[in-house]
């Protein structure tokens, strides 16, 4: 159960520097590959065009188009992800009960923490959503999904009682008054 | 192969049935933590076992209504029987004759005979009533078969074997006669003696076989006032009197004579010491003959004379001068003198003396050493024996005034020794025990102002080094026993090497008793490490103790004060001393002029770090002890909040005190609470070292009810003197001691005392007698203070606006009890038990979650996340709860209880007639690992899981090795 940030990036990473690497070897015979060009321009600077190459490339608007999208989909994903986790741990929450035992304590621990370490790795999750041109609306949605997915979990403390909320919580904190009046005495011996 | 799988089977049960069959102390642990002594108390009567050459026992009647035997070897109880406190089981005689020892019970009510081999009864009788005078055993033609018993206007003789009266007779002239001896010399006739004071003896024959009176003569002898206290019979029937005011015995044959033969001692050239009562002491070692001829004569405190009666003469056969105490024994045929004489301050000597011819017999010399911490001697209980060679030997058992027993073998060495004052221990106190010499060195250094960098070091490195030394001692020690039986090793208590256990669980106990014998007890033994004996103590003296310094004070030594006040004269005496070695302190005392009312122990100290201690007389002035000026001082400063109050339960007075500057004192209060209908039975206040932890209660909705801790609560008991039934009442008064402010008033109709009451924290708990349900009630009071604190740092009677909400509950409780306590733990944390002495002997923690007003009726969400016990008008009495397990304590008075250094422990003393220690857990032990806990596989099964990974994970880099090889 990795997070889906992390989940996000690491998909968008592999997609971004695997293509190069997937391929062994390639013979390209077709025009307009850009990756066969700059590996040309890189290796071999002076080699004479084959024939049908044209200097100017051929725009391929659709496909640019699409690519454009998916980032953008992939990003709303990712700031969507802490608010779509959060109908499932509202399930987890209720099957788990008030009870204080061991695995509701589990959950509630698991449920306080993914939103807090989501919250510490902000700026590389912010990295993440850097190509996307809605990148603040973006990253105010995964802050705010992150802050209801924390609230969540303070709810559940507060609901199993973990939080020292009440007056009882801090009654062993309370000192014995001081005396002010020295007593004694008894029968008449 | 069936038969095996049976058997294998039936070994599995017994197993399983076994480990089911578990109670509140583990088998194992009898004894580990707790003791228990028995006693006697007082020894009126005393008998050794004689029909038994070889025999071991010696039977002991006491003033405490207790019958027992002993074994003279050891000193331990063979058995004992106790019987009801009071006048009505008070042990009028004891007789012995053979196997059979017979008693007379509740001044004459019974009759009661014993198997002294076992301890088993024979029989018992229920005499006519009368008050008893005297009884004894009745011979006749050589053996013992009859006993006669004399009551103020009866005679009765009874069978030996069977209890069954043979006959009983009225004596004549009863009204003006006042009977007051019975004898009888073997020829068949019993003698009645009876005296008309002043004026005459009467004396009845009656015969033995049918109760005819024989013979009734009457003698002058206008001298005589008391038999048993002047007169005694000797020879064939010669009864002989002296009288200190003609100095003259006085003999008068029973048989023949009807006048007294005067005999002054001025012709036997005897001369009784100025002021001196002089008695007379006879012998009859065998109640089917007549008494020997000899008799001692004690004429002074330290002058006796043995004499003997010849053809009509009084001869002296022996002058004991000095002499403090005189015995008749007989061994077989032989009977002989012992004679205790003062040898020099701190030993007597003892020497036998052959009884017919005075002559002092050769090596018998016994030295006794007198205890310069115990009383004088006062009985002599001597036990004669006849020798391989036919010379008689003997053991004495002594009783000194301070009610101890030494039971003493030639030439002087002591086989055991009874404190049997401990049997009335009146008041006590534990005490820590010091730190080692070396710690305390330690800690007396940090005490200590710095003088110089390099002495501090010196001073500190040769501390270092005493430690070490008593560190390898320690080890030493320890390998040195590991090497002996674990039976041989004893733990030698002294003095000396008594220092605090890590978690101060060894303290010392010290106990003050009726007599006026002090006593130091190591709680974790029971040895008696100290005793101190306080002369001339009050019939009926008031003690207090008070512990003035604790141990924690190095170097300044612990002091104890104890406050003796006779009540008779009001006047009050104090006794400073150390409680660890139970020395008088060097501290002089102050002396007390004028009455004394009360004490009262301040939680001020001097600069000797002494809690000063306030004395109010009956003047209501205040003297404070100790009264330095820097004492003064403090007082001066801190006058306006000293409050004290004084319970008259006489007047039904209750009233309240404040100090002065000048130390004299100006009344606040008084409370009257009308003695025509009710009286003051008790006061308890709350115990000064008791700290409550937890300043509320937690709902069951997590809100909190804060408790109304005031700790100068008073709850007063109050009895209805009207003690009918319907009209009875009991009452408890809740009063604030410093306003007088009456916080809570409860009264219980148609109930009775006497009332047990435990005040502690914000709760009383008392139990009473339910004259209408006719059973015993438990009744709990809480007070608290609200959802909200008034004032949560500081505590002032004199600011409490608000009252408290009160709350009570109440209970049955099966049966009677005898003494109540609340456990004491350090912090307050540990919750708190009630323990109760059962008057069966029992003691049970009975844990204060039972007695909580808050017990629903109807139970409910909130209750039972309170975890509050749904009400249940009866209490049980669960067997596991009983701390002494089978270890009775017979007529628990009291029950002290003390903090140790653990919270989850407490330690506890009961006492009566016997001493009890034990400790208690009322919140199991939480803090410390069971003493049963496995060290061994614990520790053995980490060493093999730790090395098992060294194991695995080298095995594993071989195998990753290996593999990235391939």
């Not at chain 1, 390209?28 to 066969?36: A, D, F, I, K, M």
């Not at chain 1, 969507?80 to 009870?99: A, D, R, V």
């Not at chain 1, 304590?105 to 190509?131: D, G, H, N, Y």
């Not at chain 2, 409860?746 to 004259?771: C, D, L, M």
Request: proline share 5%; glycine share 8%.
């Amino acid at each position: 159960m990795a997070s889906p940030g992390g989940q996000g990036g690491g998909a968008l990473s592999t997609r971004g520097g695997g293509g190069a690497r997937r391929m062994k070897w390639a013979l390209e015979l077709s025009v307009g590959n850009t990756r066969s060009r700059s590996d040309r321009q890189g290796g071999q600077g002076d080699v004479v065009y084959p024939i049908g190459y044209s200097e100017k490339p051929v725009p391929d608007t659709s496909i640019q188009e699409t690519d454009k999208n998916l980032v953008e989909k992939r990003c709303w994903d990712v700031a969507l992800g802490p608010l779509k986790q959060i109908p499932m741990n509202l399930f987890i929450m209720y099957m788990s009960g008030n009870t204080i035992s061991i695995f509701p304590i589990m959950m509630v621990c698991m449920m306080a923490w993914r939103p807090i370490q989501a919250l510490m790795s902000m700026s590389a999750t912010f990295k993440l959503l850097e190509s996307s041109s809605q990148q603040w609306l973006q990253g105010l949605v995964y802050l705010i999904g992150n802050l209801l997915g924390a609230a969540l979990a303070i709810y559940k403390c507060q609901s199993m009682g973990l939080l020292p909320t009440h007056s009882s919580d801090w009654l062993a904190f309370i000192e014995p008054p001081q005396r002010m009046e020295i007593m004694g005495g008894g029968m008449v011996l | 192969k069936a038969v095996a799988m049976a058997k294998l089977i039936l070994l599995l049960l017994n197993w399983i049935f076994l480990c089911c069959n578990v109670a509140a102390v583990f088998e194992d642990q009898v004894g580990k933590f707790d003791w228990r002594q028995q006693y006697v108390g007082k020894v009126r009567f005393s008998h050794f076992d004689s029909h038994m050459q070889s025999s071991k026992k010696v039977l002991l009647a006491s003033e405490s209504n207790v019958f027992a035997a002993l074994n003279t070897r050891t000193g331990e109880l063979f058995w004992r029987h106790v019987d009801k406190t009071g006048p009505e089981g008070n042990i009028d005689a004891l007789l012995q004759h053979g196997q059979d020892a017979v008693l007379v019970i509740g001044n004459g009510h019974l009759l009661r005979s014993w198997d002294i081999g076992v301890g088993g009864m024979n029989w018992e009788m229920v005499l006519d009533p009368g008050s008893f005078r005297s009884a004894c055993l009745v011979g006749h033609q050589g053996a013992v078969k009859h006993l006669a018993v004399l009551k103020k206007t009866v005679i009765s003789l009874h069978y030996l074997s069977n209890g069954h009266q043979k006959w009983v007779e009225n004596l004549p002239e009863s009204e003006t006669v006042d009977f007051q001896a019975v004898y009888s010399g073997g020829n068949g006739e019993v003698y009645a003696l009876g005296v008309v004071p002043n004026s005459h003896l009467a004396i009845v024959v009656y015969s033995l076989e049918d109760g005819e009176i024989t013979k009734q003569v009457s003698v002058e002898a206008p001298w005589l006032s008391s038999i048993p206290a002047s007169c005694s019979v000797i020879s064939r029937g010669l009864l002989t009197c002296v009288d200190s005011t003609t100095m003259s015995l006085y003999t008068l044959d029973l048989h023949l004579q009807l006048e007294m033969t005067q005999i002054p001692l001025q012709t036997l050239g005897l001369d009784v010491d100025p002021g001196f009562r002089p008695s007379l002491v006879s012998h009859q070692p065998n109640p089917a003959h007549p008494p020997l001829s000899e008799f001692l004569l004690q004429l002074g405190p330290e002058h006796h004379l043995l004499l003997q009666h010849n053809d009509g003469q009084i001869v002296t056969l022996r002058d004991y001068k000095p002499a403090l105490l005189a015995s008749f024994a007989t061994a077989g045929e032989k009977t002989v003198v012992a004679v205790m004489a003062p040898k020099n301050k701190t030993a007597c000597s003892i020497n036998l003396f052959s009884a017919e011819t005075g002559r002092r017999l050769l090596e018998t010399t016994l030295i006794f050493t007198v205890d310069p911490n115990g009383g004088k001697p006062e009985k002599l209980h001597v036990q004669a024996f006849l020798k391989k060679d036919d010379s008689v030997g003997y053991r004495v058992m002594v009783q000194t005034e301070d009610h101890t027993l030494t039971f003493i073998q030639q030439p002087g060495r002591v086989m055991w020794t009874r404190e049997e004052a401990l049997s009335d221990v009146v008041t006590m106190e534990m005490v820590d025990l010091p730190l080692t010499g070396a710690q305390a060195e330690l800690e007396g250094e940090f005490g200590k102002k710095a003088d110089g960098l390099m002495s501090m070091v010196m001073k500190r490195l040769s501390s270092q080094l005493i430690m070490l030394q008593a560190w390898i001692a320690h080890l030493w020690k320890l390998f040195y026993d590991a090497r002996k039986p674990r039976s041989q090793v004893k733990n030698d208590v002294s003095i000396e090497n008594l220092s605090r256990d890590e978690f101060n669980l060894q303290k010392m106990m010290v106990l003050v008793t009726a007599s006026g014998k002090l006593f130091g007890i190591d709680s974790k033994t029971g040895d008696i490490l100290w005793k101190h004996y306080l002369e001339n103590i009050p019939l009926n003296a008031a003690f207090k103790l008070m512990v003035q310094r604790t141990t924690a004070h190095f170097p300044h030594p612990p002091q104890c004060t104890l406050l003796i006040k006779d009540k008779d004269t009001g006047l009050a005496t104090l006794h400073v001393f150390n409680p660890i070695f139970g020395r008088r302190s060097q501290v002089t005392p102050p002396a007390l002029p004028q009455p004394i009312l009360q004490s009262l122990l301040l939680p001020l100290m001097d600069q000797d770090y002494a809690k000063v201690l306030l004395l109010v007389d009956d003047q209501y002035k205040v003297s404070a002890f100790p009264s330095t000026k820097n004492v003064l001082q403090q007082l001066q400063e801190t006058a306006s909040s000293i409050f004290f109050y004084l319970a008259d339960s006489g007047q039904g007075r209750l009233s309240g005190y404040r100090l002065r500057t000048d130390l004299s004192t100006e009344q606040v209060w008084e409370v009257v609470i009308p003695t025509e209908t009710q009286k003051i039975v008790s006061i308890k206040g709350k115990r000064s070292n008791e700290h409550v932890h937890s300043q509320g209660r937690v709902m069951g909705d997590r809100s909190v009810l804060y408790k109304y801790l005031n700790p100068n609560l008073l709850a007063v008991v109050t009895e209805s003197t009207d003690l009918h039934q319907e009209r009875s009442f009991i009452g408890i008064l809740l009063i604030d001691g410093v306003t007088g402010r009456i916080i809570h008033e409860a009264v219980q109709r148609k109930a009775r005392g006497p009332v047990h009451v435990v005040h502690s924290e914000n709760w009383v708990v008392y139990e009473y007698w339910s004259t209408k349900s006719r059973r015993n009630e438990f009744s709990v009071i809480e007070l608290y203070e609200g959802m909200d604190l008034y004032n949560s740092t500081v505590f002032s009677s004199l600011d409490r606006p608000h009252a408290p909400q009160v709350l009570q509950q109440s209970y049955i409780f099966p049966s009677s009890i005898s003494t109540m306590e609340a456990t004491l733990t350090e912090k307050g944390i540990t919750s708190r038990h009630l323990l109760v002495g059962l008057p069966s002997g029992g003691i049970l923690s009975l844990p204060k979650m039972f007695l909580d007003p808050r017990r629903p009726e109807v139970i409910s969400e909130q209750s039972r996340e309170e975890n509050l016990i749904p009400y249940a008008p009866e209490l049980i009495i669960r067997t596991e709860w009983f701390i002494n397990y089978n270890q009775t304590v017979s007529r628990v008075r009291g029950i002290y209880t003390a903090p140790s250094g653990l919270e989850s422990t407490c330690l506890v003393v009961a006492y009566g007639l016997d001493i009890y220690h034990t400790r208690v857990y009322p919140s199991k032990q939480f803090d410390v690992l069971k003493d049963d806990y496995d060290y061994m596989l614990i520790s053995s099964v980490l060493f093999a899981l730790f090395f098992a990974t060294m194991i695995s994970k080298r095995l594993a880099e071989v195998k990753l090795l290996n593999r990235a090889w391939r």
